[in-house]
Antibody, heavy 115, light 107 residues
Framework: EVQLVESGGGLVQPGGSLRLSCAAS????????MNWVRQAPGKGLEWVSY????????YYADSVKGRFTVSRDNAKNSLYLQMNSLRAEDTAVYYC????????WGQGTLVTVSS | DIQMTQSPSSLSASVGDRVTITCRASQSISRSLNWYQQKPGKAPKLLIYAASSLQSGAPSRFSGSGSGTDFTLTISSLQPEDFATYYCQQSYSTVWTFGQGTKVEIK
């Protein structure tokens, strides 16, 4: 069974940093491209970042470019999102997803940016 | 980026009603279109992938159609557990984009 489990969310002050993790199991993680998607409270879904299976191709949404860094460790079946210079508008539930015909989602981790 | 326009933004319907939600892409996306159901506090749940393929475990009352720029999600007979928000999402581009959502409420 495919499982994606996010962790690392929490309350952080504006300007602060946070690192999210996504632990994958039940599939060959190293062969899948992966995404981060977020959802602000009461709002719709917003794509955040993409990383290819080999880490050679990376994309970011304009809203996070220069502040967020996506990475992965295929040996540990893990995906990461380093978030720096956080703003109030980054407050959201962050999901990791596979990039595949049948998209798998984690349960999400809540990031709250507030003083 | 490819823009996805979903309509309506909300609708009220009764149990047993046939419900249709539409999604329009700003350019052709072939059949690279997914539909999700989301309930409060939960992750989106994939219902339909590749425009018309029913995800394993999704009820057969859900169906999808369309190609190019125009797509439809149909619920043939609305059930109590179907009251939720529905999103379309294009996977044609590496940069995913989503519709703004359709909230299906009880009439």
């Amino acid at each position: 069974e495919v499982q994606l489990v996010e962790s690392g969310g929490g309350l952080v002050q504006p300007g602060g940093s946070l690192r999210l993790s996504c632990a994958a199991s039940g599939f060959t993680f190293s062969t899948y491209n992966m995404n981060w998607v977020r959802q602000a409270p009461g709002k719709g879904l917003e794509w955040v970042s993409y990383i290819s299976s080999s880490r050679s191709i990376i994309y970011y949404a304009d809203s996070v470019k220069g502040r967020f860094t996506v990475s992965r460790d295929n040996a540990k079946n893990s995906l990461y999102l380093q978030m720096n210079s956080l703003r109030a508008e980054d407050t959201a539930v962050y999901y990791c997803t596979t990039v595949s015909a049948r998209v798998y989602w984690g349960q999400g981790t809540l990031v709250t940016v507030s003083s | 980026d490819i823009q996805m326009t979903q309509s309506p933004s909300s609708l009220s319907a009764s149990v047993g009603d046939r419900v249709t939600i539409t999604c329009r892409a700003s350019q052709s996306i072939s059949r690279s279109l997914n539909w999700y159901q989301q309930k409060p506090g939960k992750a989106p749940k994939l219902l339909i992938y590749a425009a018309s393929s029913l995800q394993s475990g999704a009820p057969s009352r859900f169906s999808g159609s369309g190609s190019g720029t125009d797509f439809t999600l149909t619920i043939s007979s609305l059930q109590p557990e179907d009251f939720a928000t529905y999103y379309c999402q294009q996977s044609y581009s590496t940069v995913w984009t989503f519709g703004q959502g359709t909230k299906v409420e009880i009439k």
